[in-house]
């Protein structure tokens, strides 16, 4: 399941998001206004950031969406291609034209990710957020670099919840990761080591809300920003080095357009020439002769 963040004002865009992503699952975070929008863009990670840029201030709210590890839509009705490449210059991953058929946006929503995740170096083998690394090949979490001494339960209890990350596990699955199928049942000491992680946490300063309950149903945690999926160790080099590739793969793009554009503009001229040498000569005026 993704999640979308918009920037609640433009009531269509809303509704045709809604049911866009409902049928496929995904998890609409609207916003309410500025200070709400940057609050969840940086605590939620959205996957996509969906910005209706015909609003008075939708051009600043594209550019602060450009900083996150999230990929941003712009969505005007300006069919102009100067209106998209200036969307794009100012740090939009994509432009959508207004009206858009609620299918279409989410199949290209989704293309967006994939095409994101062909840009990542590797797979999963790590869990981030902020300054909390997960190492999900062995038994290694680390604060701001430095290693937070837990115990094999507790290993065990982190890698279970960061590996599942947007997901709930309930009490019995995390029993059954962490402790053993016998434990199964003994719901008291999931809620125990829970607590006792959340407080090593914060004591180690990561001062965000890891772990979430669901009342009667289990925990879970945050899912990192996409391209958050990094190598462990080097977590802020690879996560940084994602951003300038997609950053790289877009001036490309760019560039491309342009030359695409220069190279048709010449086809143009060459046609025009081609046209008005082969055509006839005009007659000559009676006043010339």
């Known amino acids: 399941m993704g999640v979308a963040l918009v920037r609640d004002g433009d009531r269509e865009c809303v509704a045709v998001l809604r049911l866009a992503l409902n049928a496929a699952a995904w998890h609409l975070e609207p916003s309410a206004d500025r200070d709400d929008f940057v609050r969840k863009l940086w605590s939620r990670h959205p996957d996509i950031v969906v910005i209706d840029a015909d609003r008075d201030d939708g051009e600043d709210f594209v550019v602060t969406a450009s900083d996150a590890h999230s990929i941003v839509v712009a969505v005007t009705q300006d069919h102009s291609d100067q209106r998209s490449i200036n969307l794009l210059d100012l740090g939009a991953d994509a432009v959508f034209i207004k009206p858009i058929a609620p299918d279409l946006m989410r199949a290209r929503l989704e293309a967006k990710i994939r095409s994101l995740h062909r840009l ?40 279970a919840l960061a590996a599942n990350a947007g997901r709930i596990l309930s009490h019995d699955q995390l029993l059954r990761e962490a402790w053993g199928e016998e434990y199964e049942g003994n719901h008291d000491l999931v809620r125990t080591f829970v607590s006792s992680l959340r407080r090593r946490l914060k004591d180690a300063g990561f001062d965000h809300e890891l ?79």
């Open 120 to 159: 990542l170096p590797v797979a999963a083998d790590c869990y981030v957020l902020e300054n909390l690394t997960v190492d999900l090949r062995e038994p290694s979490v680390q604060v701001s670099g430095h290693p937070l001494h837990l115990s094999a339960t507790e290993h065990r209890l982190i890698h």
């Open 211 to 289: 772990i979430h309950t669901e009342r009667s149903l289990g925990y879970w945690v945050v899912r990192p920003p996409v391209a958050a999926v990094v190598r462990p160790r080097v977590a802020q080099e690879d996560a940084e080095s994602t951003r300038v590739a997609v950053r790289e793969q877009r001036e490309r793009l760019r560039a491309g357009m342009y030359r695409l554009q220069g190279s048709v503009e010449k086809l143009q001229q060459s046609a025009y020439k081609t046209a008005n040498r082969d055509a006839p000569p005009a007659p000559e005026s009676p006043v010339t002769k």
